[in-house]
């Protein structure tokens, strides 16, 4: 087994690498900024000018395909939208067309995608794989997202997409925004602090990706969060709990948000449930299934 990862350098990425070089699996990175970070071969692309470096492929059975403009890094432009989609589909596009013409085929092709594929909406519906996607830009980002991981169907034995929620770290991503209100006193939830919010700790993320690399029934589609649903009230305490803090602030009123962050406000401002049973069915299992757990370990 040899490992491609796109996009490795990031926060998943980086921990999927950790768990893969553990393990002694060969991996390597496609990066639009190749660097020596992790001690081992990352090769450059560059989806804007289509070009990338072929020697990547070099006896790559499986790709992880992470790469992306952050979702939540910048507000909604016309541009930052174009930029959202196209670094997801047209780097797929790009490996899928190289690895076409080099007539090279894979045991796995497994892509992120996003629990925004059901929208950034608040119902009291808990979706599952099989449900209809929204509507709204960040569902039809990743309809698009997981229509060009389809197209490797034809090459690869098996394409898998991860529906991911929202990912629990201690230096970056969401949590790390949150608990940093928290811990300078001025946490609180925001908006009615109702919207679901789906998560999962970054070692089960990480340990996901490694087990459907190495387990073939792994297939198709899954929500990628934790069992236990929680919603941002619950959140943002149980994060001040984790650290030992009070909460004493009123809820962040949610036209605050939008005023900063228009459309993009709304992936915070609402959210609904997402099942993890296929996941547990197909014999996942959580170490962190319960937030406080999660969060007692990234603070320990
Ligand atoms: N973290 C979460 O909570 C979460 C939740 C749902 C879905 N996801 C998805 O899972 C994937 C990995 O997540 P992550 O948290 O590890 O992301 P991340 O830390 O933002 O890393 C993504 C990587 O993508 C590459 N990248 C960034 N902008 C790009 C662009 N414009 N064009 C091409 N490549 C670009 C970068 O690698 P180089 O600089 O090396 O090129 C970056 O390290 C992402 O697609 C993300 O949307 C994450």
């Given at each position: 087994?040899?490992?491609?990862?796109?996009?490795?350098?990031?926060?998943?990425?980086?921990?999927?690498?950790?768990?893969l070089q553990e393990k002694n699996i060969?991996?390597?990175?496609?990066?639009?900024?190749?660097?020596?970070?992790?001690?081992?071969?990352?090769?450059?692309?560059?989806?804007?000018?289509?070009?990338?470096?072929?020697?990547?492929?070099?006896?790559?059975?499986?790709?992880?395909?992470?790469?992306?403009?952050?979702?939540?890094?910048?507000?909604?432009?016309?541009?930052?939208?174009?930029?959202?989609?196209?670094?997801?589909?047209?780097?797929?596009?790009?490996?899928?067309?190289?690895?076409?013409?080099?007539?090279?085929?894979?045991?796995?092709?497994?892509?992120?995608?996003?629990?925004?594929?059901?929208?950034?909406?608040?119902?009291?519906?808990?979706?599952?794989?099989?449900?209809?996607?929204?509507?709204?830009?960040?569902?039809k980002s990743c309809i698009y997202w997981?229509?060009?991981?389809?197209?490797?169907?034809?090459?690869?034995?098996?394409?898998?997409?991860?529906?991911?929620?929202?990912?629990?770290?201690?230096?970056?991503?969401?949590?790390?925004?949150?608990?940093?209100?928290?811990?300078?006193?001025?946490?609180?939830?925001?908006?009615?602090?109702?919207?679901?919010?789906?998560?999962?700790?970054?070692?089960?993320?990480?340990?996901?990706?490694?087990?459907?690399?190495?387990?073939?029934s792994f297939n198709g589609v899954y929500?990628?969060?934790?069992?236990?649903?929680?919603?941002?009230?619950?959140?943002?305490?149980?994060?001040?709990?984790?650290?030992?803090?009070?909460?004493?602030?009123?809820?962040?009123?949610?036209?605050?948000?939008?005023?900063?962050?228009?459309?993009?406000?709304?992936?915070?401002?609402?959210?609904?449930?997402?099942?993890?049973?296929?996941?547990?069915?197909?014999?996942?299992?959580?170490?962190?299934?319960?937030?406080?757990?999660?969060?007692?370990?990234?603070?320990?």
């Open positions: 087994m040899k490992v491609l990862i796109t996009g490795g350098s990031g926060l998943i990425g980086t921990r999927i690498t950790q768990l060969e991996v390597v990175h496609l990066s639009r900024s190749p660097s020596s970070k992790f001690g081992i071969k990352v090769y450059k692309w560059d989806w804007k000018k289509e070009e990338i470096d072929e020697a990547c492929f070099n006896g790559v059975t499986d790709i992880i395909h992470l790469a992306g403009a952050g979702i939540a890094d910048k507000p909604w432009t016309m541009s930052r939208k174009h930029t959202i989609i196209k670094s997801r589909v047209e780097t797929a596009n790009l490996i899928f067309k190289t690895l076409k013409k080099l007539n090279h085929s894979l045991n796995a092709y497994i892509s992120a995608s996003g629990i925004g594929y059901y929208g950034a909406i608040t119902t009291a519906k808990v979706f599952k794989e099989a449900d209809e996607p929204h509507n709204d830009f960040i569902a997981e229509k060009s991981a389809d197209q490797f169907s034809d090459i690869s034995s098996r394409v898998v997409k991860l529906r991911t929620g929202v990912v629990l770290d201690k230096n970056s991503g969401a949590l790390a925004k949150m608990d940093k209100t928290v811990k300078y006193g001025i946490g609180a939830p925001i908006g009615t602090g109702k919207q679901a919010m789906p998560w999962i700790h970054l070692d089960d993320m990480a340990q996901l990706y490694l087990d459907i690399l190495l387990d073939n929500n990628a969060v934790a069992p236990e649903k929680v919603d941002n009230e619950a959140v943002t305490k149980a994060i001040a709990k984790a650290l030992n803090r009070k909460l004493f602030l009123p809820n962040v009123p949610a036209f605050v948000l939008r005023t900063i962050y228009g459309e993009l406000s709304d992936i915070v401002l609402k959210g609904s449930h997402v099942s993890a049973e296929k996941l547990l069915n197909a014999g996942f299992e959580f170490e962190f299934p319960k937030l406080d757990e999660a969060l007692k370990d990234i603070y320990k």
